[in-house]
């Protein structure tokens, strides 16, 4: 079955093992039932010739993956900006959701909108997804729980309305919102309908092949106007994906705005961070005197461990203080003073594996690619299942063309993601 993995790369420009070996070929073995044949040959020659069967094993390979306001500061992020977007411009905002799946990100733009005081004739949202069921049902606008499950967002009742157990989303917020079938790796009428003040476009690009992230990263950049805001997902670095666009503070929006001033093009997928130019100079770390894999503090754990069953002493707090500032340092794109913190977090707690994982972000923005695959080491030892970490990891394979070693941590991201419920596993080395 090696050509059908081979004919899911090339015609949909998915990695199949970012998906699932198993998924792939579950998929094309129940299409070859559904459709009655017997042989796979057979069964791909009619999928190469027929566009609907086509649609019908992709729709099987997409998972709608998505809930309301997912994240959480992509959206509050999007709808500050969007306020001063409306005062420089004073023109209706134009935004667009590429693979919107079944619609919970293109609605939580829109109520994001208007609980920042946004009038229905201030903005419009349009979004694209390539599978014509996932937008059936975006249209219809009727959710389960699951897709409430974000922490602290906000859910006004004139926005969300309940409907026998469910949540439907209210005319207004449905009026707001444009739905099109539509490719981001193919010209289509809504990317052509540019230039798009913001553009959504989260957690997709990890599943392509680097030849699909390369097509799909030119024509987001076409459909974006200069100054735009880009809006990715957690394991989707700009520096990476689209080269001179300039992250936005806090980095958990995960946001970029797009350069005014055209620069020249590189290849997207391929590059990392460099260091700003008006970074301060800092002694750490140095490349010559390049830190070890294991400090020594890291490997004397077990004066460190605290036992499950202790209350919270003292210096836990007080580590947790640290690591919220070291994370706030970063944010802020202070990254000596970031790094000097989150060091100081790691070495106090050797086993956190949130402050492991600072410490990778840190060292990418500081260029320092082999620093930061150790970071992601220790954070995926003491967290196998740390969801970020994985995604990250798998785009820093990517862009050193570790091919092989990308494709394997895309299965077990592909694994933890959809682990529902599944709890961010601490393991002490």
């Not at 402050?355 to 220790?378: G, I, N, Y």
Request: aromatic share 8%; hydrophobic share 45%.
């Amino acid at each position: 079955m090696n050509e059908a993995l081979f004919f899911v790369s090339r015609s949909f420009g998915l990695l199949p093992d970012s998906l699932g070996t198993g998924v792939v070929l579950g998929a094309v073995k129940k299409r070859m039932q559904e459709t009655g044949i017997a042989e796979p040959g057979d069964y791909l020659l009619l999928a190469e010739s027929s566009r609907e069967e086509r649609e019908a094993l992709r729709d099987l390979l997409l998972v709608p993956e998505t809930w309301f306001f997912r994240d959480g500061e992509p959206f509050a992020h999007f709808a500050r900006w969007a306020a001063h977007r409306k005062l420089d411009t004073k023109k209706p905002l134009r935004v667009l959701c590429i693979a919107c799946a079944t619609g919970e990100e293109a609605y939580s733009a829109a109520a994001s909108l208007f609980l920042k005081g946004f009038r229905p004739e201030d903005f419009t949202i349009y979004a694209m997804d390539a599978s014509r069921r996932f937008l059936d049902r975006a249209r219809i606008g009727r959710y389960g729980t699951a897709s409430l499950r974000e922490k602290g967002a906000e859910f006004p009742q004139d926005l969300f309305l309940k409907d026998q157990g469910c949540i439907r989303v209210s005319d207004r917020l449905r009026n707001a919102v444009q739905f099109f079938q539509g490719n981001v790796l193919q010209t289509t009428d809504v990317l052509s309908n540019a230039p798009y003040d913001a553009v959504f476009f989260r957690n997709a690009l990890i599943y392509f092949t680097p030849e699909a992230q390369a097509r799909a990263a030119r024509n987001v950049d076409a459909a974006l106007a200069p100054g735009g805001l880009l809006v990715l997902g957690f394991a989707e670095p700009p520096s990476v994906f689209f080269p001179g666009y300039e992250p936005v503070s806090p980095a958990r929006s995960f946001s970029a705005l797009k350069p005014v001033a055209k620069e020249p093009k590189r290849t997207a997928g391929r590059e990392l961070r460099s260091i700003p130019a008006a970074l301060p100079a800092f002694s750490l770390p140095h490349k010559e005197k390049r830190p070890q894999p294991a400090p020594a503090a890291e490997r004397k754990p077990l004066a460190l461990q605290k036992s499950p069953a202790q209350k919270p002493s003292e210096s836990a707090v007080n580590v947790a203080g640290l690591l919220a500032g070291a994370s706030k340092l970063a944010d802020q794109g202070d990254l000596a003073a970031a790094w000097d913190a989150v060091t100081e977090v790691c070495s106090k707690d050797p086993a956190n594996p949130e402050a492991c994982f600072l410490a990778a972000q840190v060292s990418l923005a500081l260029d320092r690619d082999e620093l930061a695959e150790t970071w992601l080491r220790k954070t995926l030892f003491l967290a196998p299942a740390h969801v970020r970490a994985l995604g990250v990891f798998r785009v820093l394979l990517l862009t050193q063309g570790r091919n092989e070693e990308a494709d394997l941590m895309g299965r077990r991201l592909f694994r933890a993601e959809r682990t529902v419920g599944a709890p961010r596993e601490r393991r002490d080395p």
